[in-house]
């Protein structure tokens, strides 16, 4: 009986409004900072889709992706403008491209524009050096992330100076194609320099 109802809250979460669906990955503890910071590589040569998860936010923000330390792209998934699981070509890349995020925000909810605020996914890069994102790898059926072999990566935004709730969860999406390299940890530490070496290679050859 325990597995039924189990299976059956999960099943109401799919079938439940943004609000359920982006809280499938809740950040915890609430409350506190977050302090692990992140190194973000596409997982393999190809297109990197994005899908919005919903937000709890007053303001308005966008995301967009840098590769390599390139241009940001135009930035897309406006948090109250967007429905949920839309999907977003973000960018091209190749096994080991490093990637980066940037939150625009508007204290009109409709905006940006006016950018009021700027934060990345880099926490040096913040006003207050503080971590403004969440992220963890996601397995769900949204984008196809439930097959074997994709690799997905969620995120969640505080889009506060001072981060206020600290939940991570004012601007909430996934990525297809990238996966997280937490800082600090030796293993996943080992497995970014090896895509980022697969990717060096590939630029050799072709």
């Known amino acids: 009986m325990k597995k039924l109802s189990l299976a059956l809250a999960a099943l109401a979460l799919l079938a439940a409004p943004s609000r359920a669906l982006a809280d499938a990955i809740p950040y915890s503890p609430i409350g506190t900072p977050n302090t692990d910071v992140y190194s973000f590589v596409a997982a ?3 297109d990197i889709y994005g899908y919005f998860l919903g937000g709890d936010a007053g303001y308005g923000s966008v995301v967009s992706m840098s590769v390599n330390d ?5 930035g897309v998934f406006q948090n109250h403008n967007t429905a949920v699981g839309a999907q977003v070509l973000f960018a091209s890349a190749l096994a080991g491209d490093i ?9 009109d909810p409709n ?3 006016p950018f009021d ?7 040096d890069d913040n006003p207050l050096g503080l ?14 992330c439930n097959v074997l072999g994709t690799t997905c990566t969620y995120v969640g935004w505080e889009d506060l100076v ?7 969860n004012d601007h ?22 090896a895509l980022t070496g697969l990717g060096m290679l590939r630029r050799r050859l072709s």
């Not at 971590?131 to 196809?144: E, P």
């Not at 001072?162 to 991570?168: P, T």
């Not at 909430?172 to 320099?193: R, W």
């Open 44 to 46: 393999f040569d190809g």
């Open 162 to 168: 001072a981060l206020g709730d600290r939940d991570y």
């Open 131 to 144: 971590q403004h994102i969440y992220a963890t790898a996601y397995t769900g059926a949204i984008g196809g």
């Open 111 to 113: 905006g940006p524009p």
């Open 70 to 74: 390139g241009a940001y792209g135009g």
């Open 117 to 123: 605020f700027t934060f990345f996914s880099d926490p």
């Open 99 to 107: 990637l980066r995020l940037k939150l625009d925000v508007s204290t």
């Open 172 to 193: 909430q999406f996934l990525f297809k194609g990238v996966t997280t390299v937490p800082d600090g940890g030796p293993a996943l530490a080992l497995l970014g320099v």
